[in-house]
T-cell receptor
């Protein structure tokens, strides 16, 4: 049963610390998305990659957030330095984009981040 | 630009009653439409999708949705609610092409015994 996996599932850290969240997309998927979910804003798209290349990261605060795909099996989202307002659940999703396809997205279980 | 509006952030129904969750979309081109469900402390799971085939789409767990172009709607229904249906439901839209899904704010469904 192919799934998107995310680690860690929970992270509590202090303001100013670096946070790294990891995602393993479904094998064979060529597109990876990072979302942030909060009560106030709902689901927000932070960034997404296709074939490991960043296509859009306009939803991400550039001064503290960075997203990378070191290889096809790993996507990372880093926050440095973290702030209390970054507290949220961060979801990774992956999908297979082909010409004319409808691009269903498969979501991981999320990383619940609390910044004190 | 496409967008999705979900009417009602919280819907409460009795067990066995009809479930109706509303979704209206805005898109300049024929859209692809999705409903996702999120159970507590879990990620989003696809319920059903409309991809320009049949306008009445059946999904998992007895849910279905009807695409109505004239009303720009894609409401989610289930004839009889079950306690296990309590969750957050998200409507999403994407136009053909390579753009990501755009999600609505979500509707929390509560089922009362």
């Amino acid at each position: 049963d192919a799934r998107v996996t995310q680690t860690p599932r929970h992270k509590v850290t202090e303001m100013g610390q670096e946070v790294t969240m990891r995602c393993q997309p479904i094998l064979g998927h060529n597109t990876v998305f990072w979302y942030r979910q909060t009560m106030m804003q709902g689901l927000e798209l932070l960034a997404y990659f296709r074939n490991r290349a960043p296509l859009d990261d306009s939803g991400m605060p550039k001064d503290r957030f960075s997203a990378e795909m070191p290889d096809a099996t790993l996507a990372t989202l880093k926050i440095q330095p973290s702030e209390p307002r970054d507290s949220a659940v961060y979801f990774c999703a992956s999908g297979l984009v082909l010409a004319g396809s409808y691009n269903e997205q498969f979501f991981g279980p999320g990383t619940r981040l609390t910044v004190l | 630009a496409q967008s999705v509006t979900q009417l009602g952030s919280h819907v409460s129904v009795s067990e066995g009653a009809l479930v109706l969750l509303r979704c209206n979309y805005s898109s300049s081109v024929p859209p692809y439409l999705f409903w996702y469900v999120q159970y507590p402390n879990q990620g989003l799971q696809l319920l059903l999708k409309y991809t320009s085939a049949a306008t009445l789409v059946k999904g998992i767990n007895g849910f279905e949705a009807e695409f109505k172009k004239s009303e720009t709607s894609f409401h989610l229904t289930k004839p009889s609610a079950h306690m296990s249906d309590a969750a957050e439901y998200f409507c999403a839209v994407r136009v053909k092409g390579n753009t990501p899904l755009v999600f609505g704010k979500g509707t929390r469904l509560s089922v009362i015994a």
